[in-house]
């Protein structure tokens, strides 16, 4: 198998005011789609597309299809590389949530903790990786797209680099941003980029 590019593309901002958001499914805002033009743009210029996939949900789907759309590339869209599904804290706030679960985010992966009536950390992470799995048997190409969501990315940077979560989280994709590894079955990925969006 030859090499190939892997970018994961982060979507652009949202109204979030401050809330958890996991399956809620937001629109980007103004500053969102400049911040994933912006990074589209610069994605392509780095080398040419041949693949897109993407999560369902329309702050990642509908920038997908358009773009699938203009450069005629083949687009999966598939609900594995959706955000994890927070349950009860959907579009809680992220502040109170720390007050009433210190240390969150390091226990759901760590599978100490489950949101009430959401997706365990390890249900979420079996999911992407199977849906990344599937895809990469089908796409075609050297440099393939993947828009999707913040627990996404790292849950596939972890897995991709052989790294825990908690130092994957470390290499944050801000919203409109990305990262590009470079992959060759068989041997660890290697981290080429991770770039913020450009737009202010």
């Not at 005011?17 to 937001?26: A, P, V």
């Not at 805002?29 to 949900?57: E, Y």
């Not at 489950?114 to 992470?125: I, M, Q």
């Not at 080429?192 to 450009?198: I, S, V």
């Amino acid at each position: 198998m030859n090499p190939y590019t892997l970018t994961l593309l982060r979507h652009g901002e949202i109204d979030h005011d401050g809330r958890l958001i996991g399956s809620s499914d937001l629109p980007l805002n103004a500053t969102g789609h400049i911040q994933m033009a912006q990074s589209w743009q610069r994605i392509c210029a780095l080398a040419p597309v041949t693949a897109m996939a993407s999560s369902p949900l329309q702050r990642c789907r509908e920038f997908a299809v358009r773009h699938a759309l203009h450069g005629s590339l083949t687009l999966k869209v598939d609900p594995r590389f959706a955000e994890m599904d927070f349950g009860d804290w959907d579009c809680m706030d992220v502040q109170v949530l720390a007050q009433r679960y210190p240390d969150w985010r390091a226990k759901l992966a760590a599978g100490e903790l489950t949101p009430p009536g959401g997706e365990p950390y390890e249900a979420f992470r079996t999911r992407v990786l199977a849906g990344l799995s599937e895809w990469m048997t089908t796409a075609n190409g050297s440099h393939r797209v993947l828009v999707t969501h913040g627990g996404v990315i790292t849950t596939l940077l972890a897995e991709l680099l052989g790294a825990d979560f908690s130092v994957a989280k470390l290499m944050t994709v801000q919203r409109g941003g990305f990262a590009q590894l470079s992959i060759l079955e068989g041997h660890p990925a290697y981290l080429m980029r991770l770039e913020a969006p450009c737009a202010d």
